[in-house]
């Protein structure tokens, strides 16, 4: 089992559960983050650090949140690791609550 970054990290791309995943298995976008399902070793530490909550397991994704799982396996190949915090987009907070972003994802 991995977990998984949903559509709510679109446009946010706040890096709080970067610093915790002993195994380095999240990659950075350009507007987004995602988890390498191959080297998530599953330890739950990410998921409570997302202030958005954009981080679940795989077993938790609704119908809708599915697609993620495949968006993960596909970017985290293209895109590099990111082992450090770093600061918010600038509009980060402003992209918060709004739905249905996966239009916007830059790949």
């Known amino acids: 089992m991995t977990f998984v970054v949903t ?11 970067v610093e915790v995943c002993p195994v380095d298995c999240f ?6 983050l995602v988890i390498d399902p191959d080297e998530c070793i599953d330890c739950t530490l990410c998921e409570p650090e997302c202030p958005v909550d954009a981080i679940l397991s795989e077993d938790d994704l609704s119908e809708d949140q599915e697609k993620f799982l495949q968006i993960n396996e596909e970017l985290s190949a293209k895109w590099p690791v990111i ?9 980060a907070d402003d992209w918060r609550e709004v739905k249905d972003k996966l239009h916007l994802l830059e790949r």
């Not at 559509?7 to 559960?17: G, N, Q, S, Y």
């Not at 082992?83 to 509009?91: A, G, S």
């Open 7 to 17: 559509e709510a990290c679109i446009k946010c791309k706040l890096t709080d559960c």
């Open 83 to 91: 082992v450090e915090m770093k600061d918010p987009p600038e509009d």
């Open 27 to 32: 990659h950075e976008g350009p507007n987004m």
